[in-house]
Every structure is written in structure tokens, then in C-alpha cells.
């Protein structure tokens, strides 16, 4: 297993293994951040800062309303064509991302009023300044990546903000100072802020000089097309944070504590595919627009081969020790230890079946694949909630595995047979 990991990664670009490494040290880094709040504040913060977390996570890039992937569909062939209607493209997903940010910032103040009885005006201002700066900054690290500063764009989106979070935090524990949820809140803020500023300025000096001819040509993104790419979106975005919002509403702090500290976790293991897919989601637009299927198919299996191998190692690790790894958020958490290991099952096979998520986005599958997405999410959501309210969290974290295997299964099915792409 070793040598193949060592193998695949040999033939990696330098840039893409720098993207690794610094998603890997981001993942470690989170891990760091929720092991010193667990383990220095009282479950109740804990539990309602990991709320507060799921819910920017949420309802924060939800408010780009697709426009993430209108940016990666179009932008990469107009900036290698330096076609001057990539201004039309930004300027149109400006305007709806205004919207969707006011519509989510509503949507996430309902669910921390519902959801946390400490949910004072302070707090549901800092919820709602949080969900506008991770739409803006989820867009601004898009363009970053369609412009060929995808480490920038890494450093600032995944990097930056978890030093600044870390630093404060520390100094929390280093004065003895309390850590409350107000607190650790304004901090999310204050590091969100700062990341989300050092990429628009990074975005800002790269754009200028793009192409300085205006577009003589009008340019429309389909009003369809952006709603199925939001749709995608949604349900992407509900895989990794609707589990901890279901739970905040249906059960007790403890278990939302330790099914988020696992869920946690557990990103690690995506952080894998996504360094892999910083640099190949745009190159699959390129590809396809290029008349490419083989490239789109070589970039794919990749992913699933050096990507995969990694996670395989990371599983096993993860599996052997999950009662140690969950004790470092808070000792009382080891007892849940087999949420750790079943959830493991999802990102296993979502890295196996390489960018079966991209590919149907960036080739002209965006609304079959919806479809098809969107039955298997509603099925599973009716699940997951009768095994919340029945109190049955190893079930519910077996549902949420079992949803991701199917979902990797549709991705990878529909591409063989519409587009003859074998993503694995």
C-alpha cells in the first residue's frame, strides 16, 4: 500500500503536492482547534460553537447561489482564450450572490434562534456577518482558482483563518481567560475576515491585467443551468453540515458534541481529494470544452488511485484508534467511538470514485445528476431524521455513510453511461 501511495504521488506536480500539504496541515489544524474549545470550555459552548460552525458552513457558501460553479464551468476556457466576456460572467454572479447572501443570512439567524437558547442580538449579528464573508470569500477563492492562484486561494481559504482562530484561543488558555460562545464566535469572525480580505486583494491584482479589451459580445449564463448548479450546491453542502444541524435541534450536547467531533475528523479524510481537485476542476471545463474526454478520464483516475490509496492508510489508522482520536476533543466522547469508524465508510468511497462530482457539473450533466442526487438525499433525509427523533445516533451515522456510497455510486454510473468517463 506504502509503495503505491509513494508511486502515485511521484508523479504529481509539485503544486499540487504543495496544495496537499497545505489542506493536510488545514485538516490538523481544525482537529486543533475543536481539541483545545473541547477540552478548555464547558460542553454547552462547545456544542454551541460547533452549531454556530455548521451552520457558516451551511448556509455561507450556499449564499454564492451556484455561482462557484458557474465561475469553474465558464471562467478557465475564457481566461485561456483571454475572452473579454469573463467581466459579463463575474459581474451577473455578483448580483446574485447580493441576493443569496441576504436570503441565507435570514435562513441562518432562524436556525440559531431556534437552536441555541443563548442566542442573543450580539451573536446572531456575528452569525450573519459570518454567512456573508464565507459567500463572498467561497466566490472570491473560485475566481482565485480559475486565474491560476489555486495556493493563494488554499492559503487564504483553508490556511490563514485557522492560524488567526488558533492564536486567539491560545492566548484564551495561556491568560486563563473564559472561553465562551460569544467569544469564540467573534474570533470565527475576526479570522474569517481577514482570510476573506488578503484574497480579494490577491483576486484584485491578478484580474487587472487579465484582458483590458471590454466584451463585444453579450454573454448569459442560463438561468436554469445556475439553479441546477445551485441545487448541486445544496445538496453537497448538506452532506458534511445538515447531520450536525439535525442533531442540534433533536438531541442532547453530548452526542452533538462527539457525532461533530467525529464529522470533523473525518474531513480530514476529504481534504485528500479536494488538494487533487483544486487544480483538476478547472482543467476538466478546459477539457471538455477542448473535445477531451480521455484527459477529463485521466484526471479522474488520478484522483481516485493517488488520492485513494492515502485515504485507505488514513482509514485504517483512524479505525484502530477511534476511541483515542475522539478523547482528544473531550474524554467522555470515546464511548462513541464506532461513529467515528462507520462514518470513515463515506469518504473511502467518495475518494474512490474520483471526481464522479465534478465531471457531471463541468460536462453538461448538471441537471440529470441533480435528479438523480436529490432522490437519494430525500430518501436518506427521511431516514436520518426518524433516526435522530428515535435517538439513534449509530444509526443515523450509518444512514449518513450509507448516503455518500450511493450518491459516489450515482456520479460514477452516470458518467460512464452518458459521457463514456471511467472515473475509477
Known amino acids: 500500500m506504502m509503495d503505491r501511495v509513494r508511486k502515485g504521488l511521484g508523479k504529481v506536480k509539485p503544486s499540487v503536492l504543495a496544495a496537499f ?39 455561507g457558501p450556499l449564499a454564492s447561489m451556484g455561482q462557484v460553479a ?6 478557465p476556457p475564457m481566461f485561456q482564450r483571454q475572452d473579454g466576456r469573463w467581466r459579463l460572467v463575474v459581474r451577473g454572479s455578483l448580483r446574485i450572490l447580493s441576493l443569496g447572501i441576504v436570503v441565507f443570512c435570514v435562513i441562518a439567524l432562524a436556525f440559531v ?30 475566481l482565485q482558482r480559475t486565474s491560476d492562484s489555486v495556493l493563494p486561494s488554499i492559503l487564504a481559504k483553508e490556511v490563514l483563518w485557522r492560524v488567526i482562530l ?40 491578478r484580474l ?48 452533538v458534541g462527539a457525532y461533530f467531533s467525529a464529522q470533523r475528523t473525518i474531513q480530514v479524510l476529504y481534504f485528500f481529494t479536494y488538494s487533487f481537485t483544486m487544480f483538476a476542476s ?17 484526471l479522474s483516475r488520478q484522483v481516485s488511485r493517488t488520492a485513494g490509496a492515502c485515504v485507505v492508510v488514513a482509514c485504517i489508522i483512524l ?44 460536462c453538461g450533466l448538471e441537471t440529470e445528476y441533480l435528479k438523480w442526487r436529490l432522490a437519494v438525499s430525500v430518501v436518506f433525509l427521511a431516514a436520518k ?14 444512514l449518513s455513510a450509507a448516503e455518500i456510497c450511493v450518491s459516489t455510486a450515482v456520479g460514477v454510473a452516470l458518467v460512464r453511461m452518458r459521457r463514456q468517463i471511467w472515473a475509477i
Request: proline share 4%; net charge negative; aromatic share 10%.
Open 385 to 398: 431524521l426518524g433516526a435522530a427523533l428515535s435517538n439513534h445516533i449509530t444509526l443515523f451515522a450509518a
Open 21 to 59: 500539504v497545505m489542506r493536510t496541515g488545514a485538516a490538523g489544524m481544525s482537529y486543533l482547534i475543536f481539541a483545545m474549545i473541547g477540552n478548555n470550555a464547558s460542553l454547552e459552548v462547545y456544542s454551541a460553537f460547533a452549531l454556530i460552525f455548521a451552520i457558516t458552513g451551511f448556509c
Open 166 to 205: 488558533i492564536g486567539i484561543i491560545g492566548m484564551h488558555i495561556a491568560f486563563g481567560w473564559s472561553l465562551s460562545t460569544i467569544g469564540l464566535a467573534t474570533a470565527f469572525l475576526l479570522a474569517t475576515a481577514l482570510s476573506v480580505s488578503l484574497s480579494v486583494a490577491d483576486l484584485w491584482v
Open 113 to 142: 434562534g431556534y437552536s441555541l437558547d443563548e442566542a442573543s442580538p450580539s451573536l446572531l449579528l456575528i452569525v450573519a456577518a459570518l454567512v456573508a464573508l464565507t459567500g463572498i470569500g467561497e466566490y472570491t477563492y473560485t
Open 208 to 255: 487587472r491585467g487579465r484582458t483590458r479589451a471590454h466584451p463585444s459580445e453579450p454573454f448569459v449564463v442560463p438561468a436554469m443551468q445556475t439553479a441546477m448548479f445551485f441545487g448541486i450546491m445544496l445538496l453537497n453542502t448538506a452532506v458534511v453540515h445538515l447531520d450536525t444541524l439535525i442533531l442540534g435541534m433533536t438531541s442532547e450536547a453530548q452526542e
Open 70 to 75: 458557474v465561475a469553474l464551468r465558464y471562467l
Open 319 to 362: 479505525v484502530a484508534f477511534a476511541g483515542d482520536v475522539l478523547a482528544i476533543f473531550r474524554p467522555d466522547f470515546r464511548d462513541h467511538a464506532d461513529i467515528l469508524r462507520i462514518l470513515c465508510i463515506g469518504p473511502l468511497v467518495y475518494t474512490l470514485g474520483g471526481l464522479h462530482s465534478w465531471i457531471p457539473e463541468m
Open 282 to 298: 478547472p482543467a476538466i471545463s478546459v477539457a471538455f470544452q477542448n473535445g477531451s474526454p480521455d484527459r477529463v478520464e485521466q
